[in-house]
């Protein structure tokens, strides 16, 4: 069977009801990293959304830097979650619950990880290269292809900071720093209760 390639052109997106629109720019697809997340935390965040627990299998996203994303609608439709005070960024699409992208906490760290469900065609960004936290006997944990997502994490960002592309970013003001939308944080009670529902490493 022929090994499906990343596609190098423009790839759009939108959440489930296609208020939120987008693409990845040409070139994002051999740039970035497909990759899938066993861990508590995107499983907890799927349910906060009222999505199902993805278990057993994993959150599928696809890492690139926010200056390959672009929004044609829906930007005023951008919610934000926060599983703690200091952890990932989780955007959504506050019209139907879709989770969009996950973000680090400051426009100077430009990463970006794309849920690829949210793709026309996911088959676009080629086959998964890294497996983050999957599951292993006695409640541990392993990864896999992690040497190539950092290679290319360390290229990424640090040309998206060397160029000043990092300013580029929809989801920040590059000046202040301010997410573009308020983040809700769960607290401590119902994130034990979201934590209880999504068992495991």
């Known amino acids: 069977m022929a090994r499906r390639r990343a596609d190098n052109g ?3 997106f939108s959440c489930d009801c296609k208020a939120v ?11 970035g990293v497909h990759a899938v997340c066993y861990c508590r935390d995107c499983r907890a965040a799927e349910l906060w959304l009222g999505r ?4 057993p299998g994993p959150v599928d996203v696809f ?10 609608s829906g930007t005023d439709r951008l919610g ?4 703690s005070p200091k952890g990932l960024m989780r955007w959504y699409a506050t019209c139907c619950n879709a989770p969009l992208f996950n973000t680090l906490a400051s426009p100077r760290l430009p990463f970006a ?5 949210r793709l026309d065609s996911p088959e676009s960004v080629g086959p998964v290269r890294v497996h983050s ?10 990864h896999r292809g992690w040497g190539r997502m950092i290679l290319r994490l360390v290229t990424g960002m640090g040309g998206a900071r060397l160029s000043g592309r990092w300013r580029r970013t929809p989801f920040f003001d590059p000046d202040s720093g301010a997410p573009v939308a308020e983040a ?18």
Do not use: N
């Open 10 to 12: 423009p790839l759009a």
């Open 21 to 31: 629109r987008g693409h990845l720019q040409a070139g994002a697809a051999a740039r």
């Open 52 to 55: 199902p627990d993805p278990a």
């Open 63 to 72: 890492q690139t830097t926010p200056d390959m994303i672009r929004f044609q």
């Open 80 to 83: 934000l979650l926060r599983l």
């Open 113 to 117: 990880a794309l849920h690829v469900a």
């Open 133 to 142: 936290f999957v599951p292993r006997p006695g409640g541990r944990s392993a």
């Open 184 to 201: 809700t944080i769960p607290d401590k009670a119902a994130r034990a209760a979201l934590y209880s529902r999504a068992p495991g490493s």
